[in-house]
C-alpha cells in the first residue's frame, strides 16, 4: 500500500519537527554549558572559594554575567587581550540575543519560532529548519572551546 501525497507530507513534517525539537534541546544544553563555563572562567579570575560560587555568581542573568566576567579579565590584560576579550563576550552577547532568547521565549510551531522583539514589538519567525539552529550550537561549542584552552 502506498501512501497518499497528503501521508507523505505529514509524515516530513512529523520528521522535521522532530529533527526541530532535537536542535532545540542540543542548542540550549550548550548554551547552559557555556552559561557555567563562564561562571567557572569567572570564579577562577576572582579566586573564589567553592562555597561561595553560587551565593556570588549565581545571580547573575547572561548578559550581567558576561559584564562583570568581561570586565574583571580586563583588569589585568594587555590593550591586544583587552580587544580578544572584547570580541568575545560581544559574541556571547549576541549569540544570546540572536538566538537563546528567541529560542527561550519564542513561540514554537512546525515552522519554527515566532518571537516578538521588545524594542520594535513586531514578531519575526526564526529557525524554520532544524540546521538554522544546530549551527548556533555549533557557535556556541566554539565559544566554550575558546575558554577551555585558555585563550582568554
Known amino acids: 500500500m502506498s501512501l497518499s ?6 509524515n516530513a513534517l512529523i520528521r522535521e519537527e522532530g529533527l526541530l525539537q532535537n536542535s532545540i534541546g542540543h542548542f540550549i544544553y550548550w548554551f547552559s554549558q557555556l552559561e557555567f563555563t563562564i561562571k567557572s572562567r569567572l570564579a577562577n579570575a576572582l579566586d573564589l572559594p567553592e562555597d561561595l560560587f553560587d551565593i ?5 542573568d547572561f548578559a550581567m554575567l558576561c559584564t562583570v566576567t568581561e570586565r ?4 589585568d590584560a594587555s590593550e591586544s587581550d583587552q580587544a ?3 570580541k568575545y563576550f560581544n559574541d556571547c ?3 544570546n540575543q540572536e538566538a537563546r532568547v528567541i529560542v527561550a521565549h519564542g513561540s514554537w510551531t512546525f515552522e519554527g519560532t515566532r518571537h516578538v522583539s521588545r524594542t520594535t ?3 519575526k519567525h526564526y529557525f524554520a529548519k532544524a540546521a538554522d539552529l544546530d549551527d548556533r550550537a555549533k557557535e556556541t561549542k566554539r565559544l566554550i572551546a575558546i575558554l577551555y584552552v585558555g585563550a582568554l
Open 84 to 86: 580578544k576579550i572584547r
Open 72 to 75: 574583571t579579565l580586563m583588569r
Open 56 to 60: 556570588i555568581i549565581g545571580p547573575y
Open 121 to 123: 514589538l513586531t514578531a
Open 5 to 10: 501525497p497528503r501521508e507523505i507530507a505529514a
Open 93 to 95: 552577547r549576541k549569540l
